[in-house]
């Protein structure tokens, strides 16, 4: 998820410069778009929005599992959870780790079992 945060983040700033709109001469003239579902600029306002909605929804969810990544105390379950974590399949894993597929899903599951029993953290302002 953070790849995925760091790539979303990339490609809205790359494609966010502003254009620059006539302001001299017949252009200037011509009908300016009034937002509604068919102007293009609106529509990618309205894309853009929901990409950054989902980039706050992917760093909240990577703030819980550090907040509550103290909880996994089995080795394997950390190794398991860090290369989870840096998008990995289950089969890469469990290539990498000798293990099977199959072993590797019960270990996400007990990672999952784990940090979900854990009471969440107050809220500070």
């Not at 006539?22 to 529509?43: C, I, N, W």
Request: charge should be positive.
């Amino acid at each position: 998820m953070i790849n995925s945060i760091k790539i979303m983040r990339k490609s809205l700033q790359e494609g966010g410069e502003e254009r620059i709109t006539a302001q001299y001469g017949d252009e200037s003239a011509l009908p300016k778009p009034k937002g509604t579902t068919s102007d293009p600029v609106y529509r990618e306002l309205l894309r853009r929005e929901k990409r950054w909605r989902k980039i706050e929804q992917y760093e909240r969810k990577v703030k819980m599992i550090q907040d509550r990544i103290h909880v996994i105390q089995d080795e394997r379950e950390f190794e398991v959870l860090h290369w989870l974590l840096d998008g990995k399949s289950y089969s890469w894993i469990a290539k990498h780790m000798g293990l099977s597929e199959r072993h590797i899903r019960r270990l996400k599951d007990s990672i999952v079992e784990q940090m979900s029993e854990m009471p969440s953290l107050p809220k500070t302002s």
